[in-house]
């Protein structure tokens, strides 16, 4: 594989999922002014808790667009599917842009948006599977076939960069009551305008699915429930911690606003830390992976993130200032980067190619809707209901070391030996 094809190959299969991480990072960014422009109720705390459920909300919809989307990747091709889930993901954002308030239509309007976020979540969920799995089969080896799997969440770090970066812009150029007004609607409306350069992008991919003999039935559409729980229980733990920091660190910029008193500009620009410190570390950990290994990495970082979290809000409860706060996150992040990034390569090494998208798919779906989906509201109800500013972390904690639990009972299958990710005996 060239250089340049390298290049379009990565790009083309990354932009759905980049596209997923920009529409949430503004969505959390700006949960103020869509609890407040969405929502009638007259109390504050409400209004963001009501805005960051439905962002949760929109959760549920991703197992069966993993499910439905996977196995339609796993008979007819990952191109196909990836091409679907990326016109989805669009017209999602697009009517978040366009949607009218609360003001304007009542409660038709939490509906309206609780329809896009829904729509959103089944193409995300159909999304992760085709592409993990084309990046994966794409690659000339095994070697490079793990370091191919980190571009994932890098890809997911550029988009928080972006939107970080688009963020502060706005801020600079709007006033308060601008942003509150329409200015909240540019970002989904540019990740809407996305979409037409990612289709083009994925129109000259070449497919990877080997298709099966003649003589050989399709699996079923449950299959990789029935023979392979294990592997789906463990890519769920696995992808569980990892999740649960993303949304931490995506949390980071209400939390700047809402509990450090930010003004705008510095509480979205913690965004641009956190984004260069993930891709920085999920870039890094592809080359380190065939030195180090994937099980060291995901599991040390993992461990480092739960012994330093804590003690990191804790100095941010003090007083701490813009400087500060924007260098240690940056720095968490560098290990929320490695540990992801290379997780979602062990995802696509539990499952054989005629299931491996829809048990990728599924075993992230479902990790990201339960433990995902409701890390925000689990989030602003601790922080809301204690009055610190530190008791949430312990929540992070605990499911980054939940999440190293499965490299105890799946050590074998895991472990960091040349495995050739296209044949199983298991299947």
Request: include cysteine.
């Amino acid at each position: 594989m060239t250089d340049k094809k390298a290049v379009r190959t990565i790009a083309a299969a990354t932009v759905g999922n980049a596209l997923e991480f920009f529409d949430f990072t503004v969505f959390t960014a700006y949960a103020v002014y869509i609890g407040d422009y969405f929502f009638g109720s007259t109390d504050d705390y409400v209004r963001i808790l009501q805005a960051v459920s439905v962002f949760g909300l929109g959760f549920v919809a991703r197992p069966l667009g993993a499910l439905l989307i996977g196995y339609y990747a796993d008979t007819r091709g990952r191109k196909a599917a990836m091409t679907l889930t990326l016109l989805s993901m669009c017209i999602g954002s697009l009517l978040i842009a366009i949607l009218p308030g609360y003001r304007s239509i009542g409660i038709a309007a939490p509906a309206l948006l609780l329809v896009a976020r829904l729509l959103q979540g089944f193409s995300v969920g159909g999304e992760m599977g085709p592409a993990t799995a084309f990046l994966v089969e794409a690659a000339p080896d095994t070697k490079t076939s793990r370091r191919a799997a980190s571009w994932q969440l890098a890809s997911q770090s550029f988009a928080t960069i972006a939107s970080g970066l688009l963020g502060a812009l706005l801020s600079i150029l709007l006033t308060r009551q601008e942003l509150a007004g329409w200015g909240w609607r540019i970002p989904f409306a540019i990740g809407a305008m996305i979409g037409p350069i990612g289709l083009w992008l994925r129109g000259a991919l070449e497919e990877t699915l080997v298709p099966a003999e003649n003589d050989t039935p399709p699996p079923h559409i449950l299959s990789v429930f029935t023979r392979m729980p294990v592997e789906v229980l463990s890519g769920m733990l696995i992808t569980a911690g990892g999740t649960v920091l993303q949304y931490f660190f995506l949390y980071c910029a209400l939390f700047a606003g809402k509990n450090l008193h930010f003004h705008a500009l510095p509480a979205l620009s913690v965004n641009i830390a956190i984004g260069a410190g993930t891709a920085f570390g999920a870039i890094a950990s592809g080359y380190l992976v065939s030195r180090v290994g994937q099980t060291a990495i995901v599991v040390t970082c993992r461990i480092i993130l739960a012994c330093t979290i804590v003690p990191v809000f804790v100095l941010f409860s003090h007083g701490a200032g813009f400087v500060t706060v924007f260098a240690l996150l940056g720095f968490l992040a560098i290990f929320h980067g490695a540990a992801s990034g290379t997780g979602t390569g062990i995802l696509a090494r539990l499952f054989p190619m005629p299931v491996r998208t829809i048990g990728v798919g599924c075993a992230y779906s479902l990790a990201v809707t339960v433990f995902g989906g409701s890390a925000q509201p689990i989030f602003t109800v601790i922080i809301n209901h204690t009055g610190s500013s530190v008791s949430w972390c312990f929540y992070v904690v605990v499911m980054a070391l939940l999440s190293t639990v499965p490299f105890l009972w799946m050590r074998k299958r895991l472990r960091d030996t040349p495995t050739m990710l296209s044949t199983a005996s298991d299947t």
